[in-house]
């Protein structure tokens, strides 16, 4: 199969998401289509995972770079995930917003799968305590 041949049959079966304006914050990830359970809602060819860096590692950074990083990476008391594939790509799980009653849920290799049926249209969330707790999963 060509390079052209497999985007082609991503696109037609591994797109479910958008991103739009959330009621819950800001930016969230829309189902373009209805998602079924137990599916990658956000599979996507290009291998990405998380990096684990230190609050005293961030400090080095340009200001401006590190307001990019609360905005739009995972941090917390201990330190920063940062997509291993930099900050010029999209990755749309870092618009995933916090409910306590998610339909999606991240696994312990970085990906995802959804908890139930999603509609078209509804809003894609997890639950970050769970993902993000007291274990470390990158």
Known sequence: MSDKERL??????????RLGVSPIHGIGV?????IGK???PLRSPVRNRGVAFTHDE??????GVRQQLK???????DGYVIP???????????YLNH???????????GSFVSLRSIRKGEELTM???????DTHIF
Not at 84 to 94: E, K, V, Y
Not at 99 to 109: C, F, G, H, L
Not at 127 to 133: N, V
Request: aromatic share 12%; proline share 3%.
């Open 99 to 109: 409910s306590k009653t998610p339909n999606v849920r991240m696994k312990k290799n």
């Open 84 to 94: 291993s594939i930099g900050m010029n790509t999209m990755d749309l799980a870092i």
């Open 71 to 77: 905005i739009f990476c995972y941090y917390d008391e």
């Open 38 to 40: 137990g599916i990658d």
């Open 8 to 17: 082609l049959e991503h696109l037609a079966s591994e797109i479910f998401c």
């Open 127 to 133: 639950d970050y305590d769970d993902s993000f707790g």
């Open 30 to 34: 829309f189902a373009l289509r209805a």
């Open 58 to 63: 961030i400090k080095k950074l340009p200001a």
